[in-house]
């Protein structure tokens, strides 16, 4: 990665900052709220790390990302349900 862009030095530590938060969070509910400030970091880090891959890899490692994506918010949907304008599609 820092041959594509030498500046993700930054990025990948707001990253690491971002998981050490989350693991320390799961203890202090102050530094949970912390990690949501360095979660953008994370959506920076995955387009980069794609760039690591040539052709039809990079087009399947965003498949996959966003099929992860999609699976995790498909979770957290009953969970958070009281935000979202549609939940009667999920209460069937």
């Known amino acids: 990665l820092k041959r594509i ?3 993700i030095d930054i990025i990948i530590n707001f990253s690491l900052f ?3 938060f989350f693991i320390a969070g ?3 509910t102050v530094l949970a709220r912390l ?3 360095f979660g953008i970091y994370n959506a920076l880090l995955i387009p980069e790390i794609a760039n690591l891959f040539k052709g039809k890899d990079r087009i399947i490692f965003k498949c996959i990302v966003c099929i ?3 699976i ?3 979770i957290l949907l009953p969970i958070d349900y009281d935000l979202l304008p549609f939940k009667f599609v999920f209460n069937r």
Request: hydrophobic residues 50%; positive net charge; aromatic residues 22%.
């Open 5 to 7: 862009n030498p500046k």
């Open 18 to 20: 971002n998981l050490l």
């Open 26 to 28: 799961s203890q202090i």
């Open 35 to 37: 990690a949501s400030y």
């Open 68 to 70: 992860i994506f999609f």
């Open 72 to 74: 995790y918010m498909v």
